[in-house]
């Protein structure tokens, strides 16, 4: 059974720092990894997909890298924003079964202005 | 590109009630998945439908819980009767499952409140 881990719970940093988010599994037979972002009260919004072939994703200040070896991920956001406070969840496609998600439980991030 | 769109986004009843939630996922997005999320957690997947038909349903409470999908677009998910333990967000999400690149887009989900 998958189990996707994320640590910190939470984590506060001063706006302008860049900062790693992590996010580990037990099973490395994985299709994809998945990072989101969500705000209070809203839904998920997908920020990076890393296929099991690639090792990293980039978009703007965001960069996810992917390690099936050892089980990690970790999610860079450079030169940090208030905007960018809100909880941080990784998600496995497993590589069995019907292909569904196993979330972490998130990193809650907030920027201090 | 509209998103996945969900209705209502708040709802407050009593345990033992019935509730309904509606999803409209993206166009041609063959898959839909309803999710639940206690507060705190990460979603926990409850439903998955590939067209019509449900490929995944393992972890739906069937005994108060039942979803369908009518011509493979909308969705309904229905609890009856809810427990205070329902209390959770209710998130719908679609994805074009092209094998090897399955990206889910989930909807604003549905704040569920039992009491």
């Known amino acids: 059974k998958q189990e996707v881990t994320q640590i910190p719970a939470a984590l506060s940093v001063p706006e302008g720092e860049n900062l790693v988010l992590n996010c580990s599994f037990t099973d490395s037979a994985i299709y994809n990894l998945q990072w989101f972002r969500q705000d209070p009260g809203k839904g998920l919004t997908s920020l990076l997909l890393?296929?099991?072939?690639?090792r990293e994703q980039t978009s703007g200040r965001l960069n996810a890298s992917l390690d099936k070896s050892s089980g990690r991920s970790t999610l860079y956001i450079a030169a940090s924003q208030p905007g960018d406070s809100a909880t941080y969840l990784c998600?496995?496609?497993?590589?069995?079964?019907?292909?569904?998600?196993?979330f972490g439980t998130g990193t809650r991030l907030t920027i201090i202005p | 590109e509209a998103g996945v769109a969900q209705s209502p986004r708040y709802k407050i009843i009593e345990k033992r009630q019935s509730v309904a939630f509606w999803c409209n996922p993206i166009s041609g997005h063959a898959t839909l998945y309803w999710y639940q999320q206690i507060l705190g957690q990460g979603p926990k997947l409850l439903i998955q439908f590939q067209n019509n038909g449900v490929v995944d349903d393992s972890q739906l409470p069937k005994d108060r819980f039942s979803a369908e999908r009518l011509k493979g677009v909308d969705s309904t998910l229905k609890i009856q009767p809810a427990k205070l333990e329902d209390s959770a967000v209710y998130l719908c999400?679609?994805?074009?499952?092209?094998?090897?690149?399955?990206?889910?887009?989930f909807g604003p989900g549905t704040r569920l409140t039992v009491l």
């Open positions: 999400a679609s994805s074009l499952r092209d094998r090897g690149y399955n990206e889910q887009f």
């Open positions: 998600a496995v496609e497993s590589n069995f079964g019907n292909e569904k998600l196993t």
């Open positions: 890393i296929q099991s072939s690639q």
